[in-house]
Nanobody, 121 residues
Framework: QVQLVESGGGLVQPGGSLRLSCAAS????????MGWYRQAPGKQRELVAA???????PYADSVKGRFTISRDNAKNTVYLQMNSLKPEDTAVYYC???????????????WGQGTQVTVSS
């Protein structure tokens, strides 16, 4: 079994900051790309940022310069530092990771349960 557990969401005022964390655990052989997606009410889930095993970091245009993604490979953890938050950043944020399980040769995507981020005064 593989699990992704997110933390760090909450309510913040416009202009504020939050840091999301997502830890992968279980029978993990290797992790390729890790990323954050978000889904606002009535909208499709969209990619916010990703980080590959080689360190490439694509970002959605709407968050460039405000959000920073990073990872700690020793802890199988990905982070999303969110600064200068806007009301339009309000959404459920989901962690995603492409993982090869121990004893498997198959790369498969896993999702966290989601964490709510609300930006409001």
């Amino acid at each position: 079994q593989v699990q992704l557990v997110e933390s760090g969401g909450g309510l913040v005022q416009p202009g504020g900051s939050l840091r999301l964390s997502c830890a992968a655990s279980g029978s993990i052989f290797s992790i390729n790309t890790m990323g954050w997606y978000r889904q606002a009410p009535g909208k499709q889930r969209e990619l916010v940022a990703a980080i590959t095993s080689g360190g490439s970091t694509p970002y959605a245009d709407s968050v460039k310069g405000r959000f920073t993604i990073s990872r700690d490979n020793a802890k199988n953890t990905v982070y999303l530092q969110m600064n200068s938050l806007k009301p339009e950043d309000t959404a459920v944020y989901y962690c995603n990771a492409d993982i090869i399980r121990t004893g498997s040769y198959v790369l498969r995507g896993y999702w966290g349960q989601g964490t709510q981020v609300t930006v409001s005064s």
